[in-house]
Nanobody, 127 residues
Framework: QVQLVESGGGLVQPGGSLRLSCAAS????????MAWFRQAPGKEREFVAC?????????YYGDSVKGRFTISRDNAKYTVYLQMNNLESEDTANYYC???????????????????WGPGTQVTVSS
């Protein structure tokens, strides 16, 4: 399994930007699809974005973040990033990084296939 630790969360005003980072340990990172999920109080965990290990040029996004968020990975640094622009109050949540060896596009948007999770980082969008 991959050990994951998120960072970069905080308080930001609506319309602002944040970049989250997820540092991974272990060479299994190189053969892991990496994803970001989020969970707001009282709501179910929601898929945000993922990047398969088979090709970092293919990325997938949840409908609510398309056009505003960008996921990327740096295999040399064992790190995955989530650039979040034009943030809205609805983006307020705890953001989790996750890893899986699965790469099938229809599966990697489901949290059930992810076996490794970070502790999360809080993002609060408020004026």
């Amino acid at each position: 399994q991959v050990q994951l630790v998120e960072s970069g969360g905080g308080l930001v005003q609506p319309g602002g930007s944040l970049r989250l980072s997820c540092a991974a340990s272990g060479r299994a990172f190189l053969s892991s699809t990496m994803a970001w999920f989020r969970q707001a109080p009282g709501k179910e965990r929601e898929f945000v974005a993922c990047v398969p290990w088979t090709t970092s040029s293919s990325t997938y996004y949840g409908d609510s973040v398309k056009g505003r968020f960008t996921i990327s990975r740096d295999n040399a640094k064992y790190t995955v990033y989530l650039q979040m622009n034009n943030l809205e109050s609805e983006d307020t949540a705890n953001y989790y990084c996750a890893a899986t060896s699965v790469y099938k596009p229809s599966s990697i948007i489901r949290d059930a296939v992810y076996s490794s999770w970070g502790p999360g980082t809080q993002v609060t969008v408020s004026s």
